[in-house]
């Protein structure tokens, strides 16, 4: 049986492209005993596949040319040879860019999809959200009455990080690249105060306005000058914690700026960089607080979705124009 | 009474010159009640002070034009209008820069001289030596087996840190500015191995043979470029405790470099930076184990004296060249 399939084309120098990606058919193997036939429903597109596209060596292995690019994705169980797994099971997984596809029930994960969202488990109820969680509670460890900034704060990430530090009695700047974005955060997530990073006249003066007693904890997601900007305006003892560095995952050349080192000294500052991984023993922690929130209402969300597996790729560009409000989705 | 002191003439633009510096007399007050009549037998000179000459706001006041420098110094009482001193006790505090000084017997600390190099009190038993010791037992966490590496290695904390890594079972790696010093690290203080960053033709080459298993732990004394070599060799998780930074204390314009957040994301990686200070509380802890460690001789120490009150300015600026090797005092 053939299937669609996105495939790694060509490296990406600097910004990706559409060329870099190529559709193709390919012939599923035959469903052996333990395996499952999956349709996927929901792909999850993210800013770090981008690291996944260059040949070097990191956490995760780097994509391969001429081979499916993969993401978490949601998928219905079709047919099954598992006897873990039935038709129609929801489970979630990383999963190759195909229309449909056959995976051994290893480390299938089943959803028990109560939330009426169920593509919420590919983001606020799943990585994205214990990606906000742990990144805050954990490595910045915010004090009621503390200031929070959060970078690319109309993001997945970002969304989670800022109403998790209002839970927590904090206060909320979130920086976003359009003045709808910044409404949104104030008007429908209960931010303080947000800032257009596209239109402020100088970013460190913004940010020092809106935070009239200084930074306590920056969640970074972008990095770059926007960083550059909060970081001018750090309290002592401050904590930074290195989520995503968006703006620079396109460079070509090493990226330069400021040197840091003497300011995290100034300041006595703490700085640590994060995989979501790391935490994966902590996991149901975070769920929990993470399940109850949304429950309380006390955590809301919001997707951008693209629809049909055909955009898988122009969703992903979309990553680094900022086309996303919340998490980006395709339905496929 | 009059003595000799040592003002600040004017702030310091890039390295600090002589003409920076002042010799005066000045009147000594009436001693009160409560006070007590000092000559100082040793001043200790620190990079720190290069930070107090500047007119920004800190952590610790900005020293004063045509006011005397201070920085810690153990002084011998020669007379006495406090009940809680008498002549001949020996005492350590921050002084200013005179032959002889007046100060109140508030937060005046006896020192109950055990060791026979009284001077010690002054670096591998004082502030010294419990910077080394908090930086890397309380910030990098170093374990048995894992790399240490360590820039300014032969500077009065880097001695420390290497031995107290030492103490620990790890691996330690010191990056000194002289074959002599590099010699003394590993004859004399026991380390691994020792890199002149002065004459390695690719200090990152260097670092990567010295530490065939990677960087696990990096304390960091001087900043700039030396770091951006041992910051291109940091293993998974590995943690940065920035100390001081003196390769950019002088700088006239805003240092620049290859930009850090990128490697801290993808190493997972944790830097903090710290003043001896904020660990005031658990001082008696970091003073047991510096104590027993130079009672049991594991952890030697070495100091660069320059003698003579006259020669106070010219050691400090000696530190800006790494004219010392282990602390950098001076005997008046």
Known sequence: MNTKQIVLASRPTGTPQLTDFRFELTELPELNPGDVFLKPLFFSVDPYLRGRMKDAKSYINPFQIDQPIESNALATVIKSKSDKFEPGDLIMRMLPWREMTIVSDK?????????????????????????????????????????????????????V?????????????????????????????????????????????????ACPEGVDVYFDNVGGEISD????????????????????????????????????????????????????????????????????????????????????????????NGENTGKMIVKV
Not at 174 to 201: C, M, W
Not at 230 to 259: D, E, M, W
Request: glycine share 10%.
């Open 107 to 159: 480390d299938l994960q089943k959803i028990d999809a109560t939330s009426e969202h169920i593509s919420y488990y590919l983001s606020v109820l799943g990585m994205t959200g214990l990606t906000a969680y742990f990144g805050l509670m954990h490595i910045c460890k915010p004090l009621a009455g503390e200031t929070v900034v959060i970078s690319a704060a109309a993001g997945a990430v970002g969304l």
């Open 161 to 209: 990080v800022g109403q998790i530090a209002r839970i927590h009695g904090c206060r909320v700047v979130g920086i976003a690249g359009s003045d709808e974005k910044v409404r949104l955060l104030v008007e429908g997530f209960d931010f303080d105060q947000a800032i257009n990073y596209k239109t402020a006249p100088d970013l460190s003066d913004a940010i020092a306005a």
């Open 229 to 320: 900007a909060v970081l001018s305006n750090l309290n002592f003892k401050a904590r930074i914690a290195i989520c995503g560095q968006i703006s620079l995952y396109n460079s070509t050349t090493i990226p330069v700026g400021p040197r840091l080192q003497p300011i995290i000294l100034s300041k006595s500052a703490l700085m640590k960089g994060f995989l979501i991984n790391n935490y994966k023993s902590e996991f149901p922690e975070g769920m929990k607080y993470l399940t109850k929130w949304v429950k309380e209402g006390k955590l809301k969300f919001t997707e951008t979705v693209f629809h049909g597996f055909a955009q898988l790729p122009t969703a992903f560009l979309g990553l680094f």
